[in-house]
Protein backbone atom coordinates (compact mmCIF):
# COMPACT_ATOMS: atom_id res chain seq x y z
CA UNK A 1 0.00 0.00 0.00
CA UNK A 2 0.95 3.32 -0.69
CA UNK A 3 1.35 4.98 2.76
CA UNK A 4 1.82 8.96 2.49
CA UNK A 5 1.55 10.01 6.40
CA UNK A 6 1.59 14.00 5.35
CA UNK A 7 -1.54 13.71 2.95
CA UNK A 8 -3.21 11.81 4.68
CA UNK A 9 -3.04 14.28 8.11
CA UNK A 10 -3.71 16.84 5.64
CA UNK A 11 -6.95 15.48 4.17
CA UNK A 12 -8.22 14.90 7.60
CA UNK A 13 -7.35 17.81 9.25
CA UNK A 14 -9.06 19.91 6.67
CA UNK A 15 -12.01 17.52 7.03
CA UNK A 16 -12.26 18.57 10.36
CA UNK A 17 -11.60 22.01 9.93
CA UNK A 18 -14.11 22.22 6.88
CA UNK A 19 -16.76 20.51 9.16
CA UNK A 20 -15.76 22.47 12.51
CA UNK A 21 -15.49 19.04 14.07
CA UNK A 22 -14.07 20.38 17.16
CA UNK A 23 -16.43 23.59 17.67
CA UNK A 24 -19.21 20.99 17.26
CA UNK A 25 -17.91 18.34 19.87
CA UNK A 26 -17.59 21.41 22.25
CA UNK A 27 -20.76 22.66 22.06
CA UNK A 28 -22.17 19.35 21.79
CA UNK A 29 -20.53 18.14 25.22
CA UNK A 30 -20.97 21.85 26.85
CA UNK A 31 -24.96 20.59 27.09
CA UNK A 32 -24.83 16.92 26.99
CA UNK A 33 -22.54 15.70 29.49
CA UNK A 34 -22.07 12.85 32.28
CA UNK A 35 -20.01 15.26 34.47
CA UNK A 36 -17.17 18.27 33.75
CA UNK A 37 -13.98 17.47 34.27
CA UNK A 38 -11.13 20.07 33.44
CA UNK A 39 -7.83 21.66 34.23
CA UNK A 40 -5.79 25.03 33.62
CA UNK A 41 -3.27 24.71 31.13
CA UNK A 42 -0.24 25.44 32.53
CA UNK A 43 1.25 28.03 29.82
CA UNK A 44 4.39 27.84 27.44
CA UNK A 45 6.52 31.07 27.49
CA UNK A 46 6.53 32.13 24.50
CA UNK A 47 9.78 33.03 24.32
CA UNK A 48 11.08 30.56 21.23
CA UNK A 49 9.29 28.39 19.10
CA UNK A 50 7.85 24.85 20.02
CA UNK A 51 10.43 21.72 20.47
CA UNK A 52 9.68 18.43 20.57
CA UNK A 53 8.98 18.16 24.03
CA UNK A 54 6.10 20.46 24.34
CA UNK A 55 4.41 18.85 21.42
CA UNK A 56 4.60 15.33 23.11
CA UNK A 57 3.30 17.19 26.04
CA UNK A 58 0.80 18.96 23.59
CA UNK A 59 -0.29 15.72 22.79
CA UNK A 60 -0.92 13.83 26.23
CA UNK A 61 -3.19 16.57 26.94
CA UNK A 62 -5.46 16.21 23.73
CA UNK A 63 -5.66 12.55 24.35
CA UNK A 64 -6.55 12.87 28.12
CA UNK A 65 -9.13 15.91 26.34
CA UNK A 66 -10.29 12.98 24.01
CA UNK A 67 -10.86 10.22 26.08
CA UNK A 68 -12.28 12.02 28.76
CA UNK A 69 -14.92 13.54 25.99
CA UNK A 70 -15.25 10.29 24.60
CA UNK A 71 -16.30 9.13 27.98
CA UNK A 72 -19.21 11.76 28.12
CA UNK A 73 -16.84 14.76 29.79
CA UNK A 74 -17.08 18.41 29.20
CA UNK A 75 -14.09 19.27 29.24
CA UNK A 76 -12.75 22.86 28.52
CA UNK A 77 -9.67 22.98 26.82
CA UNK A 78 -8.13 25.89 26.63
CA UNK A 79 -5.15 27.55 25.14
CA UNK A 80 -3.07 29.72 27.84
CA UNK A 81 0.45 31.85 27.06
CA UNK A 82 2.80 32.58 29.28
CA UNK A 83 4.46 35.93 28.18
CA UNK A 84 6.17 37.73 30.59
CA UNK A 85 9.41 37.29 33.16
CA UNK A 86 13.09 37.01 32.48
CA UNK A 87 12.84 34.46 29.68
CA UNK A 88 11.10 37.02 27.21
CA UNK A 89 13.01 39.77 28.38
CA UNK A 90 16.53 38.21 27.84
CA UNK A 91 14.69 37.38 24.66
CA UNK A 92 14.22 40.49 23.67
CA UNK A 93 17.45 41.93 24.97
CA UNK A 94 19.50 39.84 22.78
CA UNK A 95 17.41 41.04 19.72
CA UNK A 96 17.80 44.74 20.74
CA UNK A 97 21.50 44.03 21.52
CA UNK A 98 21.75 45.62 25.46
CA UNK A 99 23.48 44.25 27.80
CA UNK A 100 21.92 44.93 31.21
CA UNK A 101 18.59 46.55 32.58
CA UNK A 102 20.24 50.00 32.64
CA UNK A 103 21.40 50.19 29.33
CA UNK A 104 17.77 49.62 27.88
CA UNK A 105 16.28 51.90 30.33
CA UNK A 106 18.84 54.60 29.21
CA UNK A 107 18.72 53.79 25.39
CA UNK A 108 15.70 51.52 24.37
CA UNK A 109 13.35 52.95 27.10
CA UNK A 110 10.83 51.44 29.11
CA UNK A 111 7.85 51.80 26.81
CA UNK A 112 9.48 50.86 23.76
CA UNK A 113 10.58 47.75 25.28
CA UNK A 114 7.23 46.64 26.07
CA UNK A 115 6.07 47.09 22.69
CA UNK A 116 9.11 45.10 21.60
CA UNK A 117 8.14 42.02 24.40
CA UNK A 118 4.65 42.26 23.10
CA UNK A 119 5.93 41.84 19.47
CA UNK A 120 8.26 38.85 20.22
CA UNK A 121 5.41 37.15 21.68
CA UNK A 122 2.92 37.37 18.90
CA UNK A 123 5.57 36.26 16.36
CA UNK A 124 5.74 32.86 18.83
CA UNK A 125 2.81 32.73 19.08
CA UNK A 126 1.92 32.43 15.59
CA UNK A 127 4.27 29.44 15.52
CA UNK A 128 3.11 27.61 18.56
CA UNK A 129 -0.68 28.17 16.97
CA UNK A 130 0.28 26.75 13.63
CA UNK A 131 2.20 23.68 15.18
CA UNK A 132 -0.73 22.81 17.15
CA UNK A 133 -2.85 22.74 14.13
CA UNK A 134 -0.46 20.54 12.50
CA UNK A 135 -0.88 17.69 15.59
CA UNK A 136 -4.26 18.16 15.11
CA UNK A 137 -4.79 19.54 18.63
CA UNK A 138 -8.47 20.59 19.66
CA UNK A 139 -7.18 22.72 22.01
CA UNK A 140 -9.47 26.50 21.86
CA UNK A 141 -7.35 28.89 20.88
CA UNK A 142 -10.36 31.29 20.85
CA UNK A 143 -10.44 31.26 24.71
CA UNK A 144 -6.76 31.44 25.43
CA UNK A 145 -5.62 33.40 28.35
CA UNK A 146 -2.62 35.66 28.33
CA UNK A 147 -0.66 36.68 31.39
CA UNK A 148 0.15 39.83 30.01
CA UNK A 149 -3.34 40.99 29.63
CA UNK A 150 -4.76 43.18 32.76
CA UNK A 151 -8.02 41.08 33.71
CA UNK A 152 -5.41 38.57 34.48
CA UNK A 153 -3.09 40.51 36.12
CA UNK A 154 -5.78 42.14 38.27
CA UNK A 155 -7.17 38.54 38.82
CA UNK A 156 -3.49 37.78 40.12
CA UNK A 157 -3.59 40.86 42.86
CA UNK A 158 -7.63 39.56 43.72
CA UNK A 159 -5.59 36.30 44.43
CA UNK A 160 -2.86 37.93 46.62
CA UNK A 161 -5.41 40.09 47.86
CA UNK A 162 -7.42 37.43 49.57
CA UNK A 163 -4.19 35.60 50.26
CA UNK A 164 -3.33 38.20 52.39
CA UNK A 165 -6.50 38.70 53.99
CA UNK A 166 -6.60 35.17 54.96
CA UNK A 167 -2.92 35.38 56.45
CA UNK A 168 -1.29 33.04 54.28
CA UNK A 169 1.25 35.36 52.44
CA UNK A 170 3.86 36.02 54.42
CA UNK A 171 6.40 38.64 54.07
CA UNK A 172 10.18 37.57 54.63
CA UNK A 173 13.75 37.61 53.57
CA UNK A 174 15.59 35.56 51.77
CA UNK A 175 19.30 34.83 50.99
CA UNK A 176 19.66 34.80 46.74
CA UNK A 177 22.53 35.23 44.67
CA UNK A 178 22.43 38.52 43.06
CA UNK A 179 23.87 40.36 39.98
CA UNK A 180 24.62 43.91 40.63
CA UNK A 181 24.90 44.61 36.60
CA UNK A 182 21.73 42.81 35.72
CA UNK A 183 19.10 43.87 39.30
CA UNK A 184 18.11 40.48 39.45
CA UNK A 185 18.25 37.18 41.49
CA UNK A 186 19.67 34.22 39.82
CA UNK A 187 18.17 30.72 39.89
CA UNK A 188 21.26 28.01 41.74
CA UNK A 189 20.77 26.48 38.19
CA UNK A 190 22.01 29.96 36.72
CA UNK A 191 25.08 30.29 39.36
CA UNK A 192 26.25 26.85 37.73
CA UNK A 193 26.26 27.86 34.36
CA UNK A 194 29.46 26.74 32.89
CA UNK A 195 32.17 29.28 32.56
CA UNK A 196 29.83 31.55 35.71
CA UNK A 197 33.38 30.70 37.75
CA UNK A 198 36.12 32.87 36.71
CA UNK A 199 39.53 33.36 38.99
CA UNK A 200 38.63 36.43 40.36
CA UNK A 201 41.26 38.63 42.83
CA UNK A 202 39.63 39.42 46.06
CA UNK A 203 41.05 40.63 49.42
CA UNK A 204 42.45 37.70 52.02
CA UNK A 205 41.60 39.40 55.45
CA UNK A 206 42.86 38.74 58.67
CA UNK A 207 40.85 40.38 61.49
CA UNK A 208 40.15 40.75 65.37
CA UNK A 209 37.01 40.90 67.54
CA UNK A 210 37.31 41.82 70.98
CA UNK A 211 35.63 39.55 73.10
CA UNK A 212 33.49 41.58 75.39
CA UNK A 213 34.51 42.54 79.00
CA UNK A 214 37.91 40.52 78.42
CA UNK A 215 41.23 42.59 78.77
CA UNK A 216 42.89 41.09 75.66
CA UNK A 217 41.28 38.23 74.31
CA UNK A 218 40.34 38.35 70.96
CA UNK A 219 38.52 36.00 68.15
CA UNK A 220 40.40 35.69 65.04
CA UNK A 221 38.83 35.73 61.93
CA UNK A 222 39.36 35.40 58.31
CA UNK A 223 37.29 36.62 55.21
CA UNK A 224 37.44 37.42 51.54
CA UNK A 225 34.42 39.82 51.82
CA UNK A 226 35.22 42.46 54.37
CA UNK A 227 32.33 44.35 52.94
CA UNK A 228 30.08 41.88 55.05
CA UNK A 229 32.07 43.00 58.32
CA UNK A 230 28.82 45.88 57.72
CA UNK A 231 26.29 42.84 58.59
CA UNK A 232 27.71 41.32 60.61
CA UNK A 233 25.73 39.38 63.63
CA UNK A 234 27.23 36.36 64.82
CA UNK A 235 30.47 34.40 65.06
CA UNK A 236 30.49 30.73 64.73
CA UNK A 237 32.16 27.70 65.70
CA UNK A 238 32.47 24.24 65.77
CA UNK A 239 30.70 22.92 68.83
CA UNK A 240 32.89 19.36 68.35
CA UNK A 241 36.09 21.07 67.59
CA UNK A 242 39.11 22.18 70.19
CA UNK A 243 39.31 25.42 70.07
CA UNK A 244 42.93 27.41 71.59
CA UNK A 245 43.90 30.69 73.21
CA UNK A 246 46.87 31.66 71.33
CA UNK A 247 49.14 33.92 73.20
CA UNK A 248 50.63 36.55 71.07
CA UNK A 249 52.29 39.75 72.80
CA UNK A 250 50.25 40.33 75.51
CA UNK A 251 47.27 39.36 73.55
CA UNK A 252 45.18 36.22 73.49
CA UNK A 253 43.72 34.88 69.76
CA UNK A 254 40.97 32.54 69.92
CA UNK A 255 41.05 30.00 66.94
CA UNK A 256 40.51 26.18 66.00
CA UNK A 257 43.95 23.80 67.86
CA UNK A 258 43.99 22.16 64.36
CA UNK A 259 44.77 25.79 62.15
CA UNK A 260 47.16 27.52 64.95
CA UNK A 261 50.51 26.07 63.31
CA UNK A 262 49.62 27.36 59.44
CA UNK A 263 47.76 30.21 60.64
CA UNK A 264 50.84 31.58 62.38
CA UNK A 265 53.24 30.62 59.34
CA UNK A 266 50.84 32.24 57.21
CA UNK A 267 50.79 35.13 59.19
CA UNK A 268 54.07 35.27 59.88
CA UNK A 269 53.97 35.16 63.28
CA UNK A 270 57.03 33.30 64.65
CA UNK A 271 56.58 33.63 68.51
CA UNK A 272 53.29 32.38 69.80
CA UNK A 273 52.38 29.76 72.44
CA UNK A 274 49.16 27.90 73.10
CA UNK A 275 48.28 29.33 76.17
CA UNK A 276 44.82 26.75 76.63
CA UNK A 277 42.42 24.96 74.77
CA UNK A 278 38.93 24.53 75.30
CA UNK A 279 35.72 23.37 73.93
CA UNK A 280 34.12 24.78 70.93
CA UNK A 281 31.01 24.39 72.59
CA UNK A 282 32.27 26.33 75.73
CA UNK A 283 32.53 29.32 73.56
CA UNK A 284 28.76 29.52 72.83
CA UNK A 285 26.94 32.24 73.68
CA UNK A 286 30.00 34.79 74.35
CA UNK A 287 29.65 38.27 73.52
CA UNK A 288 32.05 40.48 71.46
CA UNK A 289 32.54 43.71 70.83
CA UNK A 290 31.11 44.84 67.28
CA UNK A 291 33.79 47.35 66.26
CA UNK A 292 31.77 49.66 64.01
CA UNK A 293 29.07 50.45 66.40
CA UNK A 294 29.93 54.39 66.00
CA UNK A 295 30.28 53.96 62.16
CA UNK A 296 26.28 52.38 61.65
CA UNK A 297 23.93 52.98 64.06
CA UNK A 298 21.23 50.93 63.22
CA UNK A 299 24.11 47.92 64.60
CA UNK A 300 24.18 49.92 67.57
CA UNK A 301 20.46 49.45 68.03
CA UNK A 302 20.85 45.82 66.37
CA UNK A 303 23.78 45.10 69.50
CA UNK A 304 20.90 45.61 72.58
CA UNK A 305 19.26 42.75 70.74
CA UNK A 306 20.61 39.36 73.20
CA UNK A 307 21.55 37.07 70.57
CA UNK A 308 22.97 39.51 68.54
CA UNK A 309 27.45 39.93 68.59
CA UNK A 310 27.34 36.18 70.34
CA UNK A 311 28.99 33.22 68.94
CA UNK A 312 27.33 30.79 68.29
CA UNK A 313 27.90 26.74 67.15
CA UNK A 314 27.45 25.23 64.29
CA UNK A 315 28.48 22.55 62.21
CA UNK A 316 28.93 23.39 58.95
CA UNK A 317 32.06 25.90 60.15
CA UNK A 318 34.76 24.05 58.27
CA UNK A 319 37.79 23.82 60.30
CA UNK A 320 40.04 22.91 57.83
CA UNK A 321 40.69 26.23 56.57
CA UNK A 322 41.10 29.49 58.11
CA UNK A 323 41.22 29.88 61.39
CA UNK A 324 37.43 27.57 62.31
CA UNK A 325 35.90 31.24 63.40
CA UNK A 326 33.72 32.10 60.64
CA UNK A 327 31.66 35.71 60.59
CA UNK A 328 28.11 35.11 59.98
CA UNK A 329 26.36 38.08 57.44
CA UNK A 330 22.84 36.82 57.52
CA UNK A 331 22.16 39.49 55.22
CA UNK A 332 24.74 38.15 52.92
CA UNK A 333 25.16 34.48 53.28
CA UNK A 334 22.57 31.53 53.33
CA UNK A 335 24.25 29.66 55.66
CA UNK A 336 24.58 32.40 57.73
CA UNK A 337 20.47 33.80 57.10
CA UNK A 338 19.90 29.97 57.88
CA UNK A 339 21.57 29.80 61.07
CA UNK A 340 19.84 33.53 62.56
CA UNK A 341 16.39 32.50 61.35
CA UNK A 342 16.56 29.22 63.50
CA UNK A 343 17.77 31.31 66.43
CA UNK A 344 15.59 34.62 65.84
CA UNK A 345 18.15 36.69 64.97
CA UNK A 346 16.88 39.73 63.02
CA UNK A 347 18.43 40.11 59.57
CA UNK A 348 20.28 43.14 58.52
CA UNK A 349 19.95 44.08 55.02
CA UNK A 350 21.07 47.57 54.05
CA UNK A 351 21.13 46.79 50.48
CA UNK A 352 19.46 49.04 47.33
CA UNK A 353 18.76 47.72 44.01
CA UNK A 354 22.04 48.25 42.48
CA UNK A 355 23.89 47.04 45.93
CA UNK A 356 24.77 49.79 47.08
CA UNK A 357 24.76 50.61 50.96
CA UNK A 358 21.48 52.39 51.96
CA UNK A 359 20.70 54.96 54.75
CA UNK A 360 20.77 52.17 57.59
CA UNK A 361 24.43 51.21 57.01
CA UNK A 362 25.37 54.64 58.50
CA UNK A 363 28.55 55.91 57.12
CA UNK A 364 29.09 53.57 54.65
CA UNK A 365 25.35 54.73 53.29
CA UNK A 366 25.54 55.16 49.03
CA UNK A 367 28.82 52.97 48.66
CA UNK A 368 28.60 49.71 46.48
CA UNK A 369 29.51 46.68 48.50
CA UNK A 370 32.18 45.60 46.85
CA UNK A 371 33.62 48.65 46.84
CA UNK A 372 33.47 49.32 50.76
CA UNK A 373 36.06 46.55 50.78
CA UNK A 374 38.85 49.11 51.16
CA UNK A 375 36.97 51.06 53.46
CA UNK A 376 36.15 48.51 56.13
CA UNK A 377 39.95 47.51 55.83
CA UNK A 378 40.93 51.07 56.77
CA UNK A 379 38.76 50.95 59.31
CA UNK A 380 39.41 47.96 61.01
CA UNK A 381 42.89 49.37 60.87
CA UNK A 382 42.13 52.31 62.81
CA UNK A 383 41.20 50.22 65.51
CA UNK A 384 44.04 48.05 65.57
CA UNK A 385 41.52 44.68 64.64
CA UNK A 386 43.75 44.58 61.61
CA UNK A 387 46.37 41.52 61.48
CA UNK A 388 46.85 40.86 57.69
CA UNK A 389 45.62 41.66 54.22
CA UNK A 390 46.47 40.15 51.45
CA UNK A 391 45.75 39.89 47.85
CA UNK A 392 44.27 35.99 47.03
CA UNK A 393 43.24 34.82 43.47
CA UNK A 394 40.58 32.18 43.60
CA UNK A 395 37.45 31.06 41.68
CA UNK A 396 34.58 32.96 42.27
CA UNK A 397 30.69 33.09 40.62
CA UNK A 398 30.31 35.56 38.20
CA UNK A 399 27.12 35.97 36.37
CA UNK A 400 27.04 34.19 33.07
CA UNK A 401 24.98 37.29 30.95
CA UNK A 402 26.91 40.04 32.19
CA UNK A 403 30.02 38.48 34.01
CA UNK A 404 29.83 40.73 37.44
CA UNK A 405 31.01 39.07 40.34
CA UNK A 406 27.59 37.23 42.17
CA UNK A 407 26.95 38.89 45.51
CA UNK A 408 24.54 36.72 48.21
CA UNK A 409 21.97 39.65 49.72
CA UNK A 410 18.70 38.87 51.77
CA UNK A 411 16.03 40.40 49.94
CA UNK A 412 12.20 40.54 50.98
CA UNK A 413 10.16 38.55 49.64
CA UNK A 414 6.84 37.23 49.82
CA UNK A 415 5.81 33.40 50.63
CA UNK A 416 2.50 32.10 49.90
ZN1 LIG B 1 24.41 40.13 35.36
Known amino acids: MDYRPLEIEKEIREFWEKNRIREKLMEYREKNNVGFSGWVEGPPTLNGIPHVG ?70 YHREWVEADRKLGIFIDQDKAYWTYLDNYIEREWQYLKRAWEQGLLEEGYYVVAYCPGCQTSLSSAE ?105 IPKQAELDRHPLVHRVVCEDFVDVNTATGVVHLSPGNGEEDFLAAQKRGVPVFAPFDDEVKFTEEAGAFSGIFARDADAMVVEELRKRGLLVSVKTIRHEYPTCWRSHH ?6 RREYFL
Open 191 to 295: VGYEGSYVEVEDPSLYFKFKVAGSQNEYFLVWTTMPFTIVTDLMLAVHPEAEYAKVQVGNEKWIMVRQRVEPVMQELGIEKYVVAETVSGRSLEGLKYDYPFKDL
Open 54 to 123: HARGRVMKDLWFRWKTMMGYFVPFWAGWDCQGLPVELEVEKLLGVKNKRELLERVGEERFIEECKKTIMR
Open 405 to 410: KLVWLA
